[in-house]
């Protein structure tokens, strides 16, 4: 019952997060939830939990040659939400639990540096980010 109630809050939240507005300049767009949150989570393919991931990545990067900050910001909140609800459902391994975490410290670290619009300091938790993408798929390929 608790988990059913953390993926109903999840889901608000990202409804909440991707029917917010942005800005042409940005070049940004409105992400729908099903663009987030795939119908059968459970039975999605690490693929996709990549894949999207990869798309937010790729996006923070651009944001950065850019010096795009919203673009940076937006694309990272949406990682972080899809890692929590990612986390949620695949969470039942220690070790991944704890990447889980460090990955969503991370995110957190790059929209606050793109809030203050702060390039070096994006740069470095970008840094942060791909370390932690490297260190958790390490520790994914040594758990088989």
Known sequence: MRRLSMLTAMLAICC????????????????TADEVIPKETIEKPLDFWMQK??????????????GDFDLI????????LLNKIEGFVRGRN??????VHTFERVTGEVVRQAKK???DGVTLAYH?????CVRCHQSLRESK
């Open 128 to 132: 942060q980010l791909t370390v932690s």
């Open 117 to 119: 619009k702060n390039i």
């Open 94 to 99: 220690a070790e991944y639990r704890t990447q």
């Open 53 to 66: 991931k990869l798309d937010y990545s790729t996006d923070i990067l651009r944001g950065l040659s850019m």
């Open 73 to 80: 910001e937006s694309n990272a909140r949406q990682m972080r």
């Open 16 to 31: 909440t997060a991707a029917g917010q507005e942005t800005t042409k300049e940005s070049r940004t767009r409105a992400v």
